[in-house]
């Protein structure tokens, strides 16, 4: 398939002991590079691995918020962590925040107007 040359075609020679300084030189800095991409490697699957057991499992089931009555709820949304509700509180405006992971209150903001 390959053509090899036969052994009497290349004759054997020696290396010169600067030729085998120059191939112990790449031998040594081929394996400083193969061991700085090993350590890449290790370094990056060790910061997922680290990053998928430390996270939180966000938090399942059934929450009911109490609202103040007659209270209508006019916008909801969600940023990062925080749950946000708008509300209509007897023509008065709220927001109340709840922890997205945990689903406990985080705060709550009124509106009124001035006198």
């Known amino acids: 398939m390959f053509h090899r040359p036969?052994?009497?075609e290349t004759p054997e020679e020696a290396l010169t002991p600067e030729q085998e300084r120059i191939i112990q030189r790449f031998?040594?800095?081929s394996s400083l590079s193969m061991l700085v991409m090993v350590l890449g490697v290790a370094a990056v699957f060790g910061v997922i691995g680290y990053r998928m057991i430390r996270a939180k499992p966000i938090a399942t089931g059934e929450i009911t918020a109490l609202?103040?009555?007659g209270a209508k709820i006019t916008a909801t949304a969600v940023s990062g962590d925080v749950v946000v509700l708008t509300l209509d509180v007897g023509g008065a405006v709220e927001i109340?925040?709840?922890d997205a992971r945990t689903l406990a209150p985080a705060g709550r903001l009124r509106f009124a107007e001035e006198p």
């Open 27 to 29: 031998r040594r800095f």
């Open 96 to 98: 109340r925040t709840f």
């Open 67 to 69: 609202l103040p009555k």
């Open 6 to 8: 036969s052994p009497t």
